[in-house]
């Protein structure tokens, strides 16, 4: 666990975290109320109403929207280091390398991306882009710590909601990797207040207990002390919950998102069902299990009294 003995001042490094209202971004901000350590941290969100919220919390914020690079320069003044969270779009490509230029420019040292749980040459386009990003962040110059999250535990009551306790999975019976964002974001924090010199060039691997769907609805129904199902379903279903939109996803990602589950099932995208587990490498905690998920999100999982 880290213990910080110094105290922050106006010498103290500047972290910039963006996507703060997200499902990692919001745990980020958490950790850094827990634990500032060293560090002044800057948040930014795309909407005044938003940075206003973090303000009337005591935070600093800043305006900064990924689509439009001239809100770019004022919240990287001063800068250190930078969380480049981008959402489920192809989008990503333009709004990470028109940051990370931009950063170059503003003196930034360290950045710390959040990408995907991909062999090198791997083929489904929203892992492509991401690694398009980080060897364009390798290229910049700057200071890089790469962070590979496999599958969210979140994405068990998002995506696939929980409704009248079942759940779907589109990767057939086929075991993937898990992480909770409450661990992403542990790692995260923890990288941004030590910084490049302990965290330079590395790259941290977050996948901590591989489960199929039954495997998982088991883990819960135990955990929770209720019944919970998974529906198997594949490609073509994944295709279809978006056409007809109880799925809602931008049409790029919504075609890397059938891709994924074709490479998940035919085996070319193995591996996402394998155990990597640099949490506690990082933070010196074990990282979350999915029972241990269930239990702290049953109010998500359930909407009606356990049986
Ligand atoms: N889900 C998974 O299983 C998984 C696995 C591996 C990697 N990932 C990666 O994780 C990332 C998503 O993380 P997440 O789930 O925390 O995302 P999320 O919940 O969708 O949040 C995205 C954040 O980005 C902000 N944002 C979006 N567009 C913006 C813009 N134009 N300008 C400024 N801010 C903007 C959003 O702000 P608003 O509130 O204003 O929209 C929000 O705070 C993606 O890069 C994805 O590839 C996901």
Same mark, same amino acid.
């Given at each position: 666990? =880290? ?12 972290? @910039? ?9 919001? @745990?980020?901000?958490?950790? /850094?109320? *827990?634990?500032?350590?060293? $560090? ?9 109403? #938003?940075? +206003? ?18 809100? /770019?320069?004022?919240? @990287? ?17 333009? #709004? ?17 991306? #959040?990408?995907?749980?991909? +062999? ?16 364009? %962040? ?11 999250? +496999?599958? /969210? ?8 909601? $929980? ?12 075991? $993937? ?6 661990? %992403? ?23 901590? =207990? ?9 883990? /819960?129904?135990?955990?929770? +002390? ?11 279903? !994944?295709?279809?919950? %978006? ?37 506690? !490498? $990082? ?16 109010? *998500? @999982? ?6």
């Amino acid at each position: 666990m =880290e213990n910080h003995d110094a105290e922050v001042d106006s010498t103290s490094p500047i972290v @910039l975290v963006i996507g703060t209202t997200g499902q990692v971004g919001k @745990l980020i901000v958490d950790e /850094f109320d *827990r634990d500032p350590g060293n $560090v002044r941290v800057r948040y930014a969100a795309r909407k005044p109403e #938003q940075v +206003n919220e973090l303000r009337a919390a005591g935070r600093d914020a800043v305006r900064l929207d990924l689509d439009d690079p001239s809100t /770019f320069a004022h919240a @990287l003044y001063g800068v250190d280091r930078v969380y480049p969270l981008t959402g489920y779009t192809v989008a990503m490509l333009a #709004q990470s390398k028109t940051l990370v230029d931009a950063a170059v420019k503003a003196g930034v040292r360290h950045i710390v991306h #959040q990408g995907v749980f991909a +062999n090198w040459d791997v083929t489904d386009p929203h892992f492509v882009w991401h690694q398009v990003i980080e060897r364009y %962040i390798e290229g910049s110059g700057l200071e890089w710590t790469h962070l590979h999250p +496999n599958v /969210f535990m979140e994405g068990l009551s998002s995506m696939t909601p $929980v409704d009248d306790s079942a759940f779907s999975v589109y990767w057939d019976d086929r075991r $993937v990797g898990w992480i909770a964002a409450r661990d %992403i974001a542990a790692v995260a924090a923890t990288v941004l207040r030590q910084g490049p010199s302990r965290h330079g060039g590395k790259e941290y691997w977050l996948s901590t =207990e591989v489960a199929s769907g039954p495997e998982v609805a088991a883990i /819960f129904s135990a955990a929770l +002390n209720r019944k919970i199902r998974c529906d198997v379903r594949g490609p073509e279903e !994944f295709k279809a919950s %978006i056409a007809d939109r109880s799925i809602t996803i931008e049409s790029w990602y919504a075609d890397a998102g059938v891709e994924f589950t074709r490479q998940a099932i035919d085996g070319r995208m193995g591996y996402i069902g394998t155990v990597r587990d640099d949490v506690e !490498f $990082v933070t010196g905690r074990p990282s979350i299990s999915l029972r241990q998920w269930a239990v702290e999100n049953r109010d *998500r @999982l359930t909407s009606s009294p356990s049986a």
